[in-house]
């Protein structure tokens, strides 16, 4: 896929250097001098009924059956709720260039949906196909993404993410948050250059639209976390794609990437190789290789992780639907197990 031809530090140093008085209450008042004598017997049943209803209005209302108590108890169960089943939001999709090979976006998007998928991440430069001349990208026309916009909606699917890109100027940044908007994405995977992180973290800010860095094999700027995170710090709208399959040919943990990053996970890309620690290995299906993936699901639900998992199948390029299934199969049998 794209890659990052610009310059970049070789290397990024890890980011980890970085009354009240209960005097009590003064009593007020303390010259009354009533004489209980004075009162009469009319004047002591008066004071009796005041006292009583005071009590009943200062204490009634924090009683157990009140509506404050009743709110403070539903929120409290919401909140543990909400924790317990955090991997309800999960969306498996596809990335697609895991069908390029095959043919152009509306080919794709039919392997896609022929999988069950319905949650795509698209990939600028993949020809339409169809009756459409252009591709997916900034330079689409209007009758063109009207018709992508057609067809997803016959089938139920939607774009949440696309990339991998490194547009060269803040303005072509721009024309990749206005097509993000339109199809309304929740993130851009893309690979930044350094000089550009203020800016596009403002311009995410204002589209509502993050940016999730992703990681390529060595020597490519951000293939360690820590790199990622030195593009994140001080950057609210930036975060990780993370590429399971790649920080494993890089000879890292993925669960410990994880762990750094924890917060910053904006999407995931799944992927499997035949071996670990050689940016040269071959792509498998997911559950079939050297990554140990039930981990790294329990870490993503440990982190409150609620995005997409992207299958990025590199391989069986001609017929690699089956590979697709048989990875929705593997992660749906690795979360119901999570519960």
């Known amino acids: 896929m794209n890659k990052v031809n610009e310059y970049y530090p070789k290397k990024y140093s890890k980011l980890k250097n970085e009354l009240i008085s209960d005097n009590g209450f003064q009593r007020l008042g303390t010259n009354f001098q009533w004489s209980i004598k004075t009162l009469s017997v009319k004047r002591l049943i008066f004071l ?34 909400s924790t317990a089943d955090v991997t309800k939001d999960w969306k498996i999709g596809v990335q697609l260039w895991t069908f390029h090979v095959a043919g152009p976006f509306v080919q794709s998007v039919a392997k896609a949906d022929s999988a069950g998928i319905k949650y795509l991440e698209a990939f600028p430069g993949q020809p339409l196909g169809g009756d459409m001349k252009d591709t997916f990208g900034i330079r689409m026309s209007d009758a063109s993404k009207a018709k992508i916009q057609q067809l997803l909606q016959s089938k139920g699917m939607q774009i949440v993410a696309m990339g991998v890109i490194s547009p060269k100027t803040i303005a072509e940044w721009r024309q990749y948050f206005d097509l993000a908007k339109y199809f309304g994405l929740s993130y851009i995977t893309a690979e930044p250059l350094k000089n550009q992180w203020d800016a596009i973290d403002s311009l995410a800010g204002i589209y509502g639209i993050n940016i999730a860095i992703h990681d390529h094999p060595r020597p490519n700027p951000y293939w360690h976390p820590d790199s990622v995170l030195a593009a994140i710090k001080g950057h609210p709208h930036i975060g990780s794609c993370a590429d399971i399959g790649h920080w494993a040919r890089n000879g890292l943990d993925p669960v410990v990437c994880l762990k750094e990053l924890q ?7 799944l992927k499997d190789i035949d071996s670990l620690g050689n940016t040269k290995a ?48 593997f992660f749906n049998e690795q979360v119901a197990a999570l519960k």
């Open 48 to 81: 009796s009924y005041c006292s009583f209803f005071t009590f009943v209005a200062l204490f009634g209302c924090a009683g157990p059956g009140s509506k404050n108590t009743q709110t403070s108890d539903s929120t409290a169960v919401a909140a543990d709720t």
């Open 263 to 269: 917060g910053h996970v904006f999407g995931v890309h």
């Open 282 to 329: 071959n792509d498998l299906v997911v559950g079939t290789g050297k990554i140990n993936y039930p981990p790294v699901f329990q870490e993503l639900k440990r982190q409150g992780f609620k995005g997409m998992f992207s299958i990025e199948r590199e391989g069986n390029w001609d017929n690699n639907v089956p590979d697709v299934i048989a990875t929705v199969k």
